[in-house]
């Protein structure tokens, strides 16, 4: 995870099948336009030795997640789902964060991070239950 820490912003000509995934967790055609529009910043930090934080800012609206590793919290993503998130890492060595939707009618999602080298890290948004994913490059923003 010390690997993701820092400013991450999305490369946007390498998204692949966004718009479809936001379909298939429920965002109306609106917010799909809005959300494959902009260009989100993720930062990564480490607090202390259990917490841990995650600020994404798009050009309309900031959130920040604050978190310990395995501790299940209540969420509610920029785009307004209502979901309980946890984060883990996977065996692989992955930042996992898992949203679970607290509507029957919502699938769940996986979002997995990994480096995809010292400048790229790779995101894969996972609707559960369905066979859409979605992939998106962030490339390292210097401090």
Not at 8 to 34: P, Q, S
Not at 36 to 49: L, R
Not at 126 to 137: D, L, M, Y
């Amino acid at each position: 995870m010390k690997e993701l820490v820092g400013k991450w912003k999305l490369h946007h000509d390498k998204n692949d099948n966004f718009e479809e995934y936001l379909k298939a967790v429920g965002i109306n055609f609106a917010f799909r336009k809005m959300g494959k529009a902009v260009v989100p910043v993720e930062e990564f930090k480490q607090e202390d030795d259990e917490n841990w934080s995650l600020c994404v800012a798009v050009s309309i609206a900031h959130s920040t997640l604050k978190f310990k590793f395995g501790e299940e919290f209540h969420e509610t993503t920029m785009d307004g789902r209502k979901c309980k998130t946890t984060f883990s890492i996977s065996e692989d060595g992955h930042l996992i964060q898992y949203q679970k939707s607290v509507h029957p009618n919502i699938p769940d999602t996986k979002i997995t991070r990994k480096k995809e080298d010292d400048e790229t890290f790779i995101q894969i948004y996972e609707a559960i239950g369905t066979n859409v994913k979605s992939v998106r490059r962030f490339i390292r923003q210097q401090a």
